[in-house]
């Protein structure tokens, strides 16, 4: 009598590129080489975030050579955090991993992530050691975000822990309940909880081309961090304006008994405009981060799709569907 060997466990590797071309072929070479001879089914899914350069074509190239490999295009660029979450969407391993196409994040690195999953971690987290191509000005801002953002919020999240992860099948299917549309994917790591286990490594230089996040755009992505995990700026907006009143209150009741009691007016136009400009500042900032978060309320209410898909290459399944639980979603999703 024979007996059959157990299937192999499945592993799905999402890899979100924004005009990544000159990277694809070296990231894929490094990964397939990172992880040959390990006893599981791999699949490589590129995400395709609106590139208007080859990176589809040279996806597509490699998955005509190797059928591990897949390709998903957006119809246009929706972001990094929308890539990943269409990845996650579609996964459908015992693990899926997510790391970007520019190398900085080494895919050497994967078999101690796997290592970690077997051990029992059902999050594996990639921590900064070393970021070598990083300014001194974007290291000091992103301590400061952090610290800041821990400080305000609930769940607290780990400082230069990028998207370079490993998740389980059933963080998987946790995340994906969660589709809010201001998404801060880092958050809803830490949100969701689970037996989570952190990995340093040493960050390395982009394979070629520069950072697609300039300074702009990571204000408007801490932003998003803070009105999506926490409402101390709601509340420090409420604080402000009892202690503005209490000052204005008292200031009223000093100049009251002054002019009754001690037949004394008090002077002072500059100091006068001067409270009135202070005062306008605070509503008017009041009023924005009023605005940000109603912004949010209503790009939530919308329910428009995270993302569009253009083009769908997946590879075929090595295994039965384990994560999902469900078909993947339809290209409009």
Known sequence: MTVESAPKKTIDIVVPAFNEEACIRAFYERTTRALAGLPYAF???????????QTAEECLALGRTDPRVGLLRFSRNFGHQAALTAGLDLADADAVI?????????????????????????????????????????????????????????SKITPDAP?????????????????????????IYS????????????????????????????????LRA????????????????LCVSGLAFGFGVYAVVQNVVFHQVIRGWTSLAGLVSFLSGVQLLTLGVLGEYLGQVLEESKQRPLYLVAESHLPELSAPKRASGREPPSSDA
């Open 163 to 187: 998207d370079f992860r490993l998740l389980d099948a059933k963080v998987v299917r946790a995340i994906r309940r969660l589709r809010e549309q201001s998404r801060f994917l880092r958050g």
């Open 43 to 53: 699949r490589i899914l590129f995400v395709d975030d609106g590139s208007t350069d």
């Open 226 to 241: 803070v009105t999506s995990f926490s409402r101390a700026p709601l509340r420090l907006s409420t604080y402000v304006g």
């Open 98 to 154: 997510t790391l970007d196409a520019d190398l900085q994040h080494p895919p050497e690195k994967l078999p101690e992530f796997i290592a970690a999953w077997e051990q029992g971690a059902e999050l594996v987290s990639g921590v900064r050691r070393r970021a070598s191509s990083m300014s001194l000005w974007k290291r000091l801002s992103s301590a400061l975000f952090y610290r800041f953002l821990n400080a305000i919020s609930s």
């Open 191 to 222: 949100w969701v909880g689970f037996r989570q286990v952190e990995i340093f490594y040493d960050e390395e230089n982009r394979k070629a081309g520069g950072s697609h996040y300039g300074t702009l755009d990571m204000l408007f992505f801490a």
